[in-house]
């Protein structure tokens, strides 16, 4: 059986990259560097910047953290996909060499290495935060040893570190990891869409692919994200150890309305689930998430049918939406008497000769509302995607709509 893996490029081997293209900062693909700078009234051997390069130990590629001749506390993090209340378990081999002279795993006059791994449940990206679960620390000199720590999400993104922390400067100070694995325990909730900061999303057409499709990504974000791409795991298969990735093509960068907005495009080679992320910094940071079924079959569920047809124009506000947003699409449909609510079923249901919804920040929905969506349960149903930054906008958008 296929094992539920959430991290990229677990085993911590190749391909390798250089972050901010700096040779000395050369991490696996989907792992960020992270450490602690001196002080000034450090000395001199005192928390210096690691050196992250590939190393070939016991006939496998690993990520090495190194400080010659000094200490350093730093490692790797990623972050990855959650949901609030699950449990989750990190789990990562680890081994340092620490010596006063330069044979391969010697251990004369070794400090102290102080390895641990640990998770942030709030999803955030500073190693220091208190927030942080970590493990006990770990002395394992020349030999590899699992750390292991465990901790209840409280956000839908969690991030996970790797540390090393050697107490005295020697002559060979050198930290390997690798076969790092994230688990959910027992029963978990997968969420099918995760809106980052800047209200980062992910759009996908169509909605409700047949195998074979050829699939369009847009990513729309209020902020400016860099050194960005549009990763895609191919659904899980018997008898693999790990998901594999698709092609994807990418369409490159725009500017609409104040939003920034990429394209990109992949194909849905086979049935079951791909998650699609839209990550930074080389895989690491994961800004927005989607799920997509690939499936053959579509369910036709029919509408209901009233006592008499009419022109219904229904504003479907967004679980997210607080008072400002309710006042805001009154004020903007009040011309026009638009019906105002929060179910995506009342905005569908109804065997009317019009139905017309105007779904506001619809990728704010646990389930991303689409127009597939609504031709699969309500077939018939006109829908409309309107993403407002604010109620100011959304208001202005309802009075000058014009239904085509």
């Not at 008898?239 to 309305?257: F, I, K, N, Q, W």
């Not at 607080?322 to 699409?329: E, I, L």
């Amino acid at each position: 059986m296929a094992r539920t893996e959430l991290l990229l490029n677990g085993k911590l081997g190749e391909p390798f990259f250089e972050h901010q293209n700096d040779g000395k900062l050369r991490t696996a693909v989907s792992w960020a560097p992270w450490w602690s700078a001196a002080q000034e009234n450090d000395p001199h051997w005192k928390n210096r910047q690691p050196g992250f390069s590939l190393f070939t130990l016991d006939g496998q590629q690993v990520q090495q953290v190194s400080t010659p001749f000094s200490t350093h506390v730093g490692g790797l993090w990623q972050q990855v996909p959650a949901a609030v209340g699950n449990e989750y378990e990190l789990t990562v081999e680890g081994q340092a060499w620490s010596s006063e002279d330069t044979a391969a795993a010697s251990q004369l006059e070794a400090s102290d290495v102080n390895l641990q791994v640990g998770i942030d449940p709030t999803g955030g990206l500073d190693p220091f935060s208190p927030l942080i679960v970590w493990s006990e620390k770990s002395q394992s000199l020349s030999h590899w040893e699992t750390l292991r720590v465990t901790v209840v999400s409280e956000a839908n993104i969690i991030t996970v570190y790797l540390k090393s922390a050697p107490n005295l400067p020697k002559r060979q100070q050198s930290v390997f990891w690798r076969e790092a694995f994230l688990r959910p325990i027992g029963p978990y909730k997968r969420l099918l869409n995760i809106v980052g900061s800047g209200d980062t999303h992910i759009t996908l057409e169509p909605e409700r692919p047949q195998p074979g499709d050829r699939i369009t990504a847009t990513i729309s974000s209020t902020r400016t994200h860099e050194t960005v791409n549009l990763l895609v795991k191919l659904p899980d298969r018997e008898g693999m150890a790990e998901s594999s990735e698709t092609a994807v093509l990418s369409h490159g960068r725009t500017l609409d309305e104040g939003r920034t907005i990429w394209r990109y495009e992949f194909n849905t080679d086979r049935d079951g689930l791909y998650e699609v992320r839209f990550v930074g910094n080389g895989g690491a940071r994961l800004l927005a998430l989607r799920l997509l079924q690939a499936a053959r079959e579509v369910q036709i569920i029919p509408a209901g049918t009233p006592r008499e047809s009419y022109y219904r124009v229904y504003v479907l506000l967004p679980p997210t939406a607080d008072q400002k947003w309710f006042v805001a699409a009154a004020r903007g449909g009040f011309d026009g008497r638009y019906t105002i609510g929060f179910s995506a079923d009342d905005a569908g249901i109804g065997d009317l000769e019009h139905r017309q919804v105007l779904a506001v920040n619809p990728h704010h929905w646990p389930q991303v509302l689409t127009e597939a969506w609504f031709q699969q349960h309500y077939p018939g149903t006109g829908f409309t995607a309107v993403v407002a930054n604010t109620p100011e906008d959304l208001e202005a958008w309802l009075k000058n709509w014009l239904d085509e």
